[in-house]
C-alpha cells in the first residue's frame, strides 16, 4: 500500500476517534456539580425535604421566574413544596455550562423544562450558585428565568 494512502487512512480513522475522546461528559471536577443538580430535580420531584436539607445551604435564597424571593431554608423549602404541589409535572434540570469561581464556589447554568400535566412544555432558565460546604457541594443561590417569548 502506498505510504500516503496509508497515512490517509490513518489520519481517517484517528482523528474521528480522537475528537469523540475530547466530548465524553463532565470532567472529574465538575461531575459533583451534575449530580447536585440532579440531586436538587430530583428532591423537587419527590418533595423530599430531607434530600432538600443535604443539598441546600441554610442561607439560600431563590429568585422564581414570577418574582418571589424566598430567603433562607424554611421559606425556600415551603415555597418549593408549594410550587410543586401548584405547579405539577415532570421537572428536566439540564446542565449548560458549569463556571468555576473559585475551588469552593461555582456558578452552574441549567436549562430547566417542566412539563406539564396537559403535555405541554414550560421552559426556563436556572442558575445555581453552589458553595462547596462541610465536606460537599451545596445550592446557595438560585435564579430561575422564564426567557422573553416564554421559549
Do not use: H
Request: include cysteine; glycine fraction near 6%; proline fraction near 4%.
Amino acid at each position: 500500500m502506498d505510504k500516503k494512502l496509508m497515512l490517509f487512512f490513518c489520519a481517517t480513522l484517528f482523528i474521528p476517534w480522537a475528537c469523540a475522546q475530547q466530548t465524553t461528559g463532565p470532567s472529574p471536577k465538575e461531575k459533583p456539580l451534575y449530580t447536585l443538580i440532579d440531586q436538587y430535580a430530583q428532591a423537587r420531584e419527590t418533595k423530599d425535604t430531607v434530600l432538600l436539607k443535604q443539598i441546600l445551604t441554610d442561607n439560600i435564597d431563590q429568585l422564581v421566574s414570577t418574582g418571589e424571593w424566598r430567603r433562607g431554608f424554611e421559606t425556600a423549602k415551603q415555597g418549593m413544596l408549594r410550587s410543586s404541589s401548584a405547579n405539577p409535572g415532570s421537572r428536566t434540570l439540564t446542565v449548560d455550562q458549569i463556571r468555576f469561581l473559585s475551588q469552593k464556589t461555582a456558578v452552574v447554568d441549567t436549562r430547566y423544562e417542566i412539563e406539564n400535566a396537559d403535555g405541554s412544555l414550560r421552559k426556563m432558565w436556572s442558575t445555581f450558585i453552589v458553595v462547596y460546604e462541610g465536606k460537599r457541594w451545596k445550592i446557595s443561590a438560585i435564579r430561575n428565568m422564564l426567557p422573553a417569548g416564554g421559549s
